[in-house]
């Protein structure tokens, strides 16, 4: 049964390699990126064994029923009405199950909905460390990065409009004080005079870029009616709602183009407001926001078509220190 049930789960969530976009015929999620979207995936399975049970259990409670207690079967029912352990057992056993559930959800949810505070992140991971507790710096640092931590926010503000967003990196000013601030069109509305360019539906002209490895910090905020920020394989998704800032963060340690889409109802182009985030090295980012400032939009645009890799060992270089 064990086994079955591994393949089971095998078949239906086995991920293909490394991509952000949505495929054909494909079953499951998109690959995570952050480990926001890992702790969701692992949540997902293990609501699975969850689930999967109980749908079993309920299925062969019905065919007990529908075999052992048919007029044929049992011609002269018995006339009881209640039982008191039966009763007792079906209250507490869901409900610890729900408790069991929520031991796990809440954990995430809290962990997503708050930005860490990056200076307890390194008090804390420096603590660990000095105490000697390897295997509980390791668990802490795979949950914060205190490499990254060190490195401090990117701050982005993601304004929905009907229908494409616009970007504003508040501390990449230029001389006159004025935040870096741009418009992110699609590069398809759904016309059959659309351009074939990049990714059907989902890629933009200028899109959304940040540095890899670095804790980034989003705020959501609305021009006319609400839209909502999400990125699947981020395992973020915030409202953008008029007259109010929300916020969320993620760190993508891969460098690569992530996609997601507007997904609050929004109006006759709500299809057709996707996201791009290329998430490109520290230097590629820093010629990017330079250019940008510089208003020499499509030289930015070609600095960060091609994404350079980062060293695999300087991710997460603080574990082997
Ligand atoms: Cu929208």
Redesign the pocket.
Known sequence: MRHLFAAMSAALFAAPAFAAIPRDGALGFQPAATRIAERIHSFHTFLLWIIIPTTIFVLALLLWVIIFHNKRANPTPRKFSHNTLIEVIWTVVPALILVGIASQSFPNLYYQDVPPNLQTVQEKASKLLADGKSAQYESFVKEYNPDAAAKGFINVKAQ?NQ?NWTYTYPDIVDDAGYPLEFVSNPLQTGLSTDSKAGVRNLSVDYPMVVPAGRYVRYYTAAADVI?SFAVPSFGIKTDAVPGRLNEGWFLVDQPGVYYGQ?S?L?GVN?AF?PIEVRVVPQAQFDRWSQLMLAGDYDAALASVQAIASVEPASKFAAITK
């Open positions: 929905g229908w839209h507007c609050e929004c709500h407001m």
